[in-house]
């Protein structure tokens, strides 16, 4: 991934945040059958491994579980908080009209061996691991246990698991950290007036990175 010394995050903290915050990700693979791109939901276990461990699973049926079998190269890709940033915001374009539009976004990247797991007491607990993660938020969280034990192990038996140990993370937090002071306060303003979720978080963003330099 290009990463301008402007929007590289290194900070271990901030990375795993990113893939607690937004768990849906690619997994990219290339093996034998060449490049293979799905979006899975996963789950961090930071604590696991050296630099933590990545779990998910796949529907039987996809054959991209058989590519990281045949230990085919893994890529994660985590995709946070993204906005557009339109030139009318800056100071610079009322001054030379000399900006153009870009994007702002986070992102982070996985790398690292990976594994298919077929192994039922695994699976059953990614299962649970993944249900508890996106459900503790809810006032009444579901539980696989709400449902039938037989119709969750004929589910389970047409999944396959997918572990990745994590060898490297690299993380990109693109802020507007490059415009110049005058350009970053028109972003956050003009995001700030936009009542979208998305503007929100972007500009809360900005606000807490974009004006130190560095993230």
Do not use: C
């Not at 000399?98 to 990247?109: C, G, I, L």
Request: glycine letters at 6%; charged letters at 20%; zero cysteines.
């Amino acid at each position: 991934m290009y990463e301008p010394s402007h929007f590289k995050v290194e900070d271990r903290a901030q990375l795993h945040a990113v893939i607690r915050q937004h768990p849906l990700a690619t997994l990219v693979t290339v093996g034998e059958d060449g490049l293979v791109a799905n979006l899975v939901p996963f789950v961090l276990h930071a604590d696991e491994g050296e630099n933590g461990v990545l779990r998910a699973h796949l529907a039987r049926p996809n054959a991209q579980w058989k590519a990281i079998a045949a230990g085919a190269e893994t890529l994660v890709i985590f995709t946070g908080v993204e906005r557009y940033v339109t030139p009318a915001w800056y100071a610079t374009k009322r001054e030379t009209g000399k900006v153009v539009p870009t994007w702002n976004y986070v992102t982070v990247q996985v790398r690292g061996p990976a594994r298919a797991v077929e192994d039922p007491a695994w699976l059953r607990a990614q299962l649970e691991s993944l249900t508890q993660q996106q459900e503790a938020p809810r006032a009444e969280p579901w539980a696989v246990t709400d449902a039938p034990e037989p119709f969750i192990a004929a589910q389970a038996r047409g999944i396959v698991g997918v572990e990745i140990e994590i060898a490297s993370i690299i993380g990109k937090f693109k802020l507007s950290q490059n415009r110049r002071e005058d350009d970053k306060l028109g972003v956050l303003n003009g995001l700030s007036s936009d009542p979208e979720s998305e503007s929100q978080a972007m500009a809360s963003l900005v606000k807490k990175h974009g004006f130190s330099g560095t993230a």
